[in-house]
Nanobody
Framework: QVQLLESGGGLVQAGDSLSLSCAASGRTFSSRTVGWFRQAPGKEREFIANINANGRIVWSGDFVKGRFTISRDNAKSTVDLRMNSLKPEDTANYYC????????????????WGQGTQVTVSS
């Protein structure tokens, strides 16, 4: 079993940077691909990126322009999402999740989820 806990969200201004962290517990974390998703009010949850145990990264097509970076520290059991040049449209609840099986882009392929951390970007 894997337990995930996100932290680092908050209220920032447009153009600011923010780092989110996903702390994991559980024996199988180091072998799991871990992803970040976000969900804005009234919208579906969307895939941002994931990173596997060896550091291979898969990005959603919407996030490949370089404002976000994802990294992993297996020794600390953390997966971080660094967000730069934040925009009001980045306002959402951000979740990390452990991938189980299936498409990386489909939230149904992830079996363990954190509770989410809210990011609010003011204009």
């Amino acid at each position: 079993q894997v337990q995930l806990l996100e932290s680092g969200g908050g209220l920032v201004q447009a153009g600011d940077s923010l780092s989110l962290s996903c702390a994991a517990s559980g024996r199988t974390f180091s072998s799991r691909t871990v992803g970040w998703f976000r969900q804005a009010p009234g919208k579906e949850r969307e895939f941002i990126a994931n990173i596997n145990a060896n550091g291979r990264i898969v990005w959603s097509g919407d996030f490949v322009k370089g404002r976000f970076t994802i990294s992993r520290d297996n020794a600390k059991s953390t997966v971080d999402l660094r967000m730069n040049s934040l925009k009001p449209e980045d306002t959402a609840n951000y979740y990390c999740a452990a991938h189980y099986s299936g498409s990386y882009f489909d939230q149904r392929s992830y079996d363990y989820w954190g509770q989410g951390t809210q990011v609010t970007v003011s204009s």
